[in-house]
């Protein structure tokens, strides 16, 4: 990453055809940097003077270059600290297209403007107080959010409702480790600051409420990844049909030859609001064949990575049909071929090559889903961020430890180095003691231009 001395830019929109393009600008040199290159009167071509723009307001031009207009622009100024990076910041948006949008960023990077890294913006907001790190990080996967539910979890997070309930955590933490410390200094005269079972209590408590916060990543993964939701079953019975059928693609290769998916396919599915992850998976059959193996073991591998299992059935074949949906240990059975027989079979029946009752299939699918993320939707907060679970569950350890500590009378300066530890763990998440190289980790993560 660049020093936080450098002036960056980068593209803010998407670049391409399209009717307006934006590029942000940020760093100390901003306001200077886009002067030379910007009039307010198209029939004088001369650097605007920066004195007669006031901070925050918007101003109609031009972008020139030597005599030659480049585009017809807005520029928005932004002076620091009332900007998204809190530094001095300027917006120009341009007409969409590449050529504009090549010829503004050569302009800039000859008047000493840097290409911003992946993340720059939003990292030197971060470093500049503008947000903690679960913000930022919130920022993120708004951007990339594909869903309602996605959406909504990252705007909660961006307004700091995570932030907070970490810091009031925090706060509790510091609370009983001021105590237990206290009670070091009064040592020689016994003083009880605080009694063991208070203690106890105290420790427990906000463990459970750490540890239910770090479970709520149970339902927030799916929330922000998606459902992974496995196709199963034995070679030949239409798994990749229904797979290519769901996806209206032939992305998998469909066969009468038994075993004809070797490795798993993952793709990306949107039903009714919800994001899948579908993953087509090789039929799973005894075998000598060590690539069949192997396949074979990456579906018993993805079946134990799913949160959904839908496992197909051929009713063409008699040996197959009479699964009892009673032992399905929660799978989502589906019967296939329905075309190819003449009865009404029990339960869910399908064709994936006539597309009969498909439907129903999809319909059952986000049901299950919905049902998956409901059982948290209406709980207060849901992290959505491995990063935040690991920390959770590391603060959680500590305490634990705090607690042994405590029982077994082991003294104060050792549960306090404990409650430090959990405190610190819990400060990592919203930014406060992270060290660079997992910040640079974290922003590097960031598309470019946020
Ligand atoms: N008539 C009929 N044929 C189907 C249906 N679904 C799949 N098939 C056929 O069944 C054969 C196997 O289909 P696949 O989708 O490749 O089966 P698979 O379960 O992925 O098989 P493996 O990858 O070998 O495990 C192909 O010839 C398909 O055209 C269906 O609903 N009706
Ligand atoms: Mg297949």
Redo the contacts with the bound molecule.
């Keep these: 990453m660049h020093t936080q001395l450098s002036t960056i830019f980068a593209p803010a929109s998407l670049i391409g055809e399209s009717s307006v393009s934006v590029i942000r600008i940020s760093g100390k040199d901003s306001f200077e940097i886009i002067s030379s290159i910007f009039t307010v009167n198209r029939n004088k071509l001369e650097p605007v003077n920066i004195s007669s723009i006031s901070a925050n307001t918007v101003h109609h031009g031009y972008i020139f270059s030597g005599d030659e207009i480049i585009d017809e622009v807005v520029c928005s100024f932004f002076k620091a600290p009332h900007s998204f990076t809190g530094e001095d910041v300027v917006e120009v948006s341009t007409h969409g297209g590449y050529y504009v949008y090549r010829s503004v960023s050569r302009l800039l990077a000859e008047k000493g403007c840097e290409p911003a890294e992946p993340g720059e913006f939003s990292k030197r907001a971060f470093l500049n107080g503008k947000m903690d790190l679960a913000q930022a990080e919130a920022i993120s996967d708004l951007i990339r959010a594909k869903t309602e539910l996605a959406s909504k979890a990252a705007i909660k997070q961006l307004s700091g409702y995570l932030s907070n309930y970490v810091k009031e955590l925090r706060t509790e933490l510091i609370n009983y480790c001021s105590l237990v410390e206290l009670e070091l200094d009064f040592a020689e005269e016994g003083l009880d600051v605080i009694p063991n079972d208070t203690l106890l209590k105290g420790i427990d408590k906000i463990t459970q409420n750490i540890d239910n916060l770090a479970k709520s990543y149970n339902t927030g993964r799916i929330i922000k990844d998606g459902v992974n939701l496995a196709i199963i079953?034995?070679?030949?019975?239409?798994?990749?049909?229904?797979?290519?059928y769901l996806l209206q693609t032939n992305r998998?290769?469909?066969?009468?030859?038994?075993?004809?998916?070797r490795d798993y396919i993952e793709e990306l599915l949107i039903l009714g609001g919800v994001v899948f992850n579908l993953i087509?998976t090789?039929?799973i059959r005894e075998t000598d064949n060590i690539v069949e193996k192997e396949g074979v073991r990456r579906s018993y591998e993805k079946i134990n990575e799913a949160d959904i299992v839908l496992e197909?059935l051929d009713l063409?074949d008699d040996g197959n049909i009479n699964k009892d949906n009673a032992v399905s240990n929660g799978r989502l059975i589906v019967r296939?071929?329905?075309?190819?027989v003449k009865y009404k079979p029990d339960g869910l029946a399908?064709?994936?090559?006539?597309g009969e009752n498909m439907q129903k299939l999809q319909e059952e699918l986000v049901r299950r889903a919905n049902e998956l993320v409901a059982k948290n939707e209406n709980t207060e907060l849901v992290i959505t961020n491995e990063r935040h679970k690991s920390l959770l569950l590391k603060s959680c350890e500590y305490l634990v430890n705090a607690r042994k500590l405590v029982l077994s009378d082991s003294g104060n300066e050792l549960i306090s180095i404990e409650i430090r530890e959990a405190m610190n763990a819990l400060e990592e998440i919203i930014g406060k003691t992270t060290n660079v190289d997992i910040l640079n980790n974290i922003f590097s993560k960031f598309c470019i231009g946020k």
């Design positions: 079953g034995k070679p030949n019975v239409g798994k990749s049909s229904i797979f290519n998998a290769i469909v066969s009468h030859i038994p075993g004809t998916t087509d090789a039929g197909v063409s296939n071929k329905l075309d190819l399908v064709s994936a090559v006539t």
